[in-house]
């Protein structure tokens, strides 16, 4: 078969070396993709939001399943727009994939189905919006509603701070029409977790436990990013957590969104506080999380490709995923700047050397070939990913790795995983 991934990141990078291992693949595209992909399948020069474009490519070339990583184009219709014309697409609807475009939607659809989240607001108004910052108090989270690329979210430590954050969402000058609403949440204390599963609308198979790390700096300091780093498995998600996560929150969710006419069919990410034994629901992304996608898939053991096409028939009740027993753990290296302006065309040094080392993928996500180099386009440059018999081994590994890479202005977390091996002791 022939299948086509539509994205330019780590996670597609990702996505493109689990789907080229399956036997059931013979043509692999990635449109636009990245030097990575480019190692695996052949890339295609189609900008994620050019639908047409990409349309009319899968019908040129017979796609037989495309699988959507961002979450631009699901925002966009993509899945409807194939599905009218007859194509197999892995990925939420419009309708579905609102979840995520829209924190508001989010927010209010599980205030309605009791589904655990914290006390919140939604406010277009400065003013209403300082009101309800000084009713809450300090700390507190301010969300620009649209989507920012994962960057939407600010902490604020002080009431000038929460104030400057509204001010500036909802003027424009941040994030752009994204914040032009806000939400604005009480703060949660507790450790994060990354919770996804595979839904056909009804069904829902959940994926390995992982933990993403936001901050841009060590012990999270610092503003919040796409993601530093992830790890799975993440013992923070133990069999009590597991459970209720997916009763109260997963299961209630694709049940609320049926009930709301709009039925969710791919891969449902959502962001956890874990304190004690209590769950409470940050975010849902509708697609796969970057960077837990780079772990989790080197530590499923499964074929992806009859996940992704049951999930895309709108059927997986004969699916059964099996996952390694090892822990996978992700550094992602970044430009120097981000996750504000970042430095674009440095030549990366040491991805050969890096490439030699046992159960470790360099993934691709901010780079670019220029003159026979790769050199750096992105903020998340790289997603260096390990697999190891404990977590402090995929670590060790990962940073081995890390250290043979370099480029001017690189920077990057040391503690990625660190949570995980405190825990277990």
């Known amino acids: 078969m ?3 991934v539509v994205g330019s990141g780590g996670r597609e990078h990702a996505l493109v070396w689990k789907i080229a291992q399956s036997p059931l693949v013979e043509k692999l595209y990635c449109a636009p993709g990245n030097p990575g992909t480019a190692q695996l399948a052949e890339n295609v020069v189609i900008a994620v939001d050019n639908l047409e474009g990409l349309l009319a490519f899968a019908k040129e070339n017979a796609i037989d399943l495309t699988v959507v990583g961002p979450e631009l184009p699901l925002s966009l219709g993509i899945t409807d727009l194939f599905e009218e014309h007859g194509l197999k697409v892995f990925g939420a609807r419009k309708n579905a994939a609102i979840i995520e475009a829209s924190k508001a939607f989010a927010k209010d ?3 309605k189905y009791q589904v655990p989240t914290a006390a919140y607001g939604v406010f277009t108004e400065v003013k209403e919006a300082i009101d309800f910052i000084d009713s809450t108090g300090i700390p507190i989270v301010i969300k620009a509603d649209g989507l920012a690329a994962g960057k939407g979210v600010i902490i604020a430590q002080t009431r000038e701070e929460a104030v400057e954050a509204v ?14 609403r806000v939400v604005i949440e009480e703060f949660l204390k507790g450790e994060e977790a990354s919770f996804l599963a595979f839904t056909d609308g009804s069904r829902i198979i959940p994926l390995a436990s992982a933990q993403d790390h936001k901050a841009v700096f060590d012990g999270d300091k610092g503003p919040n990013t796409g993601g530093m780093g992830a790890y799975s498995p993440a013992p923070v998600v133990t069999k009590e957590i597991h459970d209720k996560a997916m009763e109260e929150v997963m299961r209630r969710t694709v049940e609320g969104m049926a009930a709301e ?7 449902l990410y959502a962001g956890l506080m874990i304190d004690g034994d209590s769950v409470k629901t940050l975010e849902f992304n509708a697609r796969f999380g970057d960077p837990e996608c780079q772990p989790l898939l080197m530590r499923m053991k499964s074929d992806l490709v009859p996940v992704l096409l049951a999930v895309a028939s709108g059927d997986i009740s004969g699916v059964e995923i099996e996952w390694h027993d090892q822990a996978t753990i992700c550094v992602v290296m970044a430009a120097e700047g981000y996750p504000g302006d970042y430095r674009k065309g440095d030549v990366i040094a040491g991805l050969e050397e890096a490439a030699t080392l046992e159960e470790v993928v360099v993934f691709h996500a901010g780079t670019r070939s220029a003159d026979g180099n790769i050199v750096t386009s992105g903020g998340r440059v790289l ?11 995929a670590i060790d590994r990962a940073y081995r790795a890390v250290d043979k890479i370099s480029w001017p202005g690189v920077h990057y977390r040391r503690d990625i995983g660190a949570k995980a091996v405190k825990r277990q002791g």
């Open 2 to 4: 022939k299948v086509l």
């Open 109 to 111: 659809l599980m205030h």
């Open 167 to 180: 001010t500036d969402m909802l003027s424009g000058n941040a994030f752009g029409s994204a914040g032009a």
């Open 261 to 267: 006419g709009r039925t969710y069919r791919g891969v």
């Open 383 to 393: 997603g260096v990913t390990a697999m190891g018999e404990t977590v402090q081994g």
